[in-house]
C-alpha cells in the first residue's frame, strides 16, 4: 500500500522539501516516492508498485493512488488514447482536458 503525501500553504524553500522528506521516511514500508514541487505545494506519492503515479501537464497536477481498470473501455467512448498516454495520472489529466 502506497501513500500521497503534500503541504500546502506559503513553504519557503529547502523548508518544503526538508518536510516532505521527514514525512516520507516517516512511513518507509510504503515504498519509493516520486515528488513535485509547485508554488505553495510540495507533493509525493508513495508506492511499493505500478499503483500509484503522478503528473503534471499545463494547469493539471495529479497524483493517483489507484488503478484505472477500464481505461480501454473509456478511452474509446470518450476519444482518448491509451498508446499515447503513460501512467494513470497522465490519463487522468487527459481526461480532465478532454
Known sequence: MGAIVALIGELGFP?????LDRMVA?????GQAVKVFEPG???????LGWDASLA???RWLVA???YIGNWDELGQRHGLD????????ERLISGFER
Do not use: I
Open 41 to 47: 505545494l510540495a507533493l509525493a506519492v508513495q508506492s
Open 26 to 30: 516517516a512511513a518507509p514500508h510504503r
Open 56 to 58: 503534471s501537464r499545463g
Open 15 to 19: 523548508e518544503a522539501g526538508e518536510r
Open 64 to 66: 493517483c493512488h489507484g
Open 82 to 89: 491509451r498508446v499515447s498516454e503513460g501512467c494513470d495520472a
